[in-house]
């Protein structure tokens, strides 16, 4: 996946962390790779995720590595499942270090993924237009595809109608990722960042 974007966008440079592998609920406490716990897949399970503010503290410090050379508004958070889930809510609530600003970032991109902590989520002021990509598959067994629409009417509701919350549905699609997706974010990310002989980050 990485070799593709990467090709097309040359003047991006891309971060990948991975998440630290530990006990997860969902997976009879064995240990797998995972941003947060997972106790159950329907949308009360998701109000809870213990680990979420520790793992959005590492985005916020990969985030902080970059801003001395590269302005937030050249960043964009993207991530698969959990990942995505940890991507819009870090870039939407999360506020810049030392601030009561929002990150105010280029985009966000989730793919199969999901808004957590639905119920409580709240607005960092000043990122109420960051532009979002939402693809999943329509067949995915594991995060099903009403997570789509159950988290675009949430933030939404909470931006007022200010934000872009662009969605992308594919057929036959189970909870993994297809070209026509990666087509999909690549055009995203060639809006929000485009070349410009600036160099931008995901």
């Not at 997860?24 to 947060?36: D, E, R």
């Not at 870039?91 to 280029?106: H, I, P």
């Not at 159950?150 to 594919?170: A, C, G, H, P």
């Amino acid at each position: 996946m990485d070799w593709h974007l990467a090709n097309r966008l040359q003047h991006v440079k891309f971060i990948l962390p991975t998440a630290p592998t530990q006990p997860v609920t969902l997976n009879m406490g064995l240990a797998m790779p995972s941003w947060y716990d997972i106790i159950g897949l329907d949308s009360r399970s998701n109000e809870l995720c213990e680990g979420l503010d520790e793992s959005i503290n590492k985005i916020m410090d990969l985030i902080d590595e970059e801003v001395n050379r590269v302005d937030y508004s050249r960043i964009v958070l993207a991530g698969f499942s959990q990942g995505g889930a940890l991507a819009l809510y870090t870039g939407m609530t999360s506020n810049r270090r030392g601030e009561e600003k929002g990150l105010g970032l280029a985009g966000i991109v989730v793919m199969s993924g999901y808004l957590p902590r639905a119920s409580s989520f709240k607005l960092a002021v000043g990122s109420q237009t960051t532009p979002i990509l939402h693809c999943h598959g329509k067949d995915d067994p594991i995060v099903m595809v009403d997570a789509v629409e159950m988290s675009k009417n949430r933030v939404t509701e909470v931006t007022k109608d200010t934000v872009v919350y662009e969605t992308k549905i594919y057929d036959g699609l189970d909870h993994s990722v297809s070209m026509e997706e990666l087509d999909d974010v690549t055009g995203f990310l060639e809006k929000v960042i485009p070349s410009n002989n600036i160099y931008g980050e995901l």
